[in-house]
């Protein structure tokens, strides 16, 4: 294409088609704030150590806020023959300002560009995503707090193990999320560091002030290798994996929300307003919300799987398939930031239909270990318990009736030990109640993780 920022060592214009293969504006476009931001700080740190002029700087920097201007409004003229978002922002501003715009890339390349404009856009993404992790926490945390004494089946194999209070259940989701908070920031860490002075990958013969460009761009401080700054991708592959394993909770927590919304369930209800209906079947109203984020989730790992194969086999420095890079990082963040946004709106409107979770507790012998339980406090060993519970379970499931529902005669049927006291531990709000330590079920105990929750989510 005709304005192309390297022609001079060329003799025949570039294949049609390579021009195509090799282009990446209509993907990388999405940088340009960071690129132009990126330019700016660059021009003034030239212009502080008496590269640039004081014109041409100035030319430079409102050239650039004109051409964001541009963008914003779409008017930018975009063309995949200047190949990528950096060389479509130069040759622009060269064609608005002329000359100056020319000397805008002394002391760089778009090696250390590419590499400070995408860390400058994942720290904006990993910020968003912290702050859409804590929405949605405080959004189980509030719903824990309704629901801290609504009785469910908690499981194991999928099969009703024990009784649990469902705020409980929104509390160890609520867990998850805060280690995810905790690895995105862990990332940010590292990610936060600015590579422009490292040029092409040895870094440039002009007197740079890396301090100042850093500064500007609000990062920690200057990369530390010129050959890393410019060949390093950790910082997208630690994003990632942040965002994959933030998706496989959200999709685990998209099959419970699955589970407990069907018929056979009937845990919970979702507000009409986060479902959608069939064309065909008039009945229905299907959580397809909860089941595109559990799709989402297999964009997340195929990003991260893509990243880490995309750097295994490259030799330093610099190699172009570090370009390939932006659209996968791209699908994961917004996988992430779409999927975390409709759990903190949805997920805390929803409504528990506490008489089915508790019947579906109920049925399930849900207290046969508080049985056990009890036995071992009458002298019992627990081994003996276990096996006397088994059988009055044996005896339920053939008569059609719970540990509960027996009478002080059937169940001493099973041990002398048996007393009056044991329909205290056979009720599911015994059960529940009985588990009071930290870590445990109780309704007390969810109310203490909810203030302490509450106290974390005040800081910071
Ligand atoms: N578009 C490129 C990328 O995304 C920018 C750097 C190109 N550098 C080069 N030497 N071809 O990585």
Known sequence: ASGQLWTGRFTEATDAFVEAFTASEHYDRRLYREDIRGSQAHARMLNAVGVLSDADTRAIVEGLDAIAGEIERGEFPWDPGLEDVHMNIEARLTARIGEAGKRLHTARSRNDQIATDVRLWLRAATDEAIALLRRFQHGLVDLAEREADSIMPGFTHLQVAQPVTFGHHMLAWYEMLVRDEGRFRDARERLDVCPLGSAALAGTTFPVDRERTARELGFREPTRNSLDAVSDRDFAIEFASAAALTMTHLSRMAEELVLWTSPMFDFIDLPDRFCTGSS????????????????????AHGALHTLLTLMKGQPLAYNRDNQEDKEPLFDAADALRDSLRAFADMVPALTVKRDNAREAARRGFATATDLADYLVRQGVAFRD????????????????????????????GFSEAIGEDVFQVLTLEGSVAARDHLGGTAPAQVRAQVAAARERLAGD
């Open 280 to 299: 065909i079947m008039p009945q229905k109203k299907n959580p397809d919300v909860a089941e595109l984020v559990r799709g989402k989730a297999a964009r």
């Open 385 to 412: 318990a276990h096996e006397i519970v088994g059988r009055a379970v044996r005896h339920g499931v053939a008569h059609g009736r719970d540990l509960a529902e027996m009478s002080l005669e059937e169940l001493r």
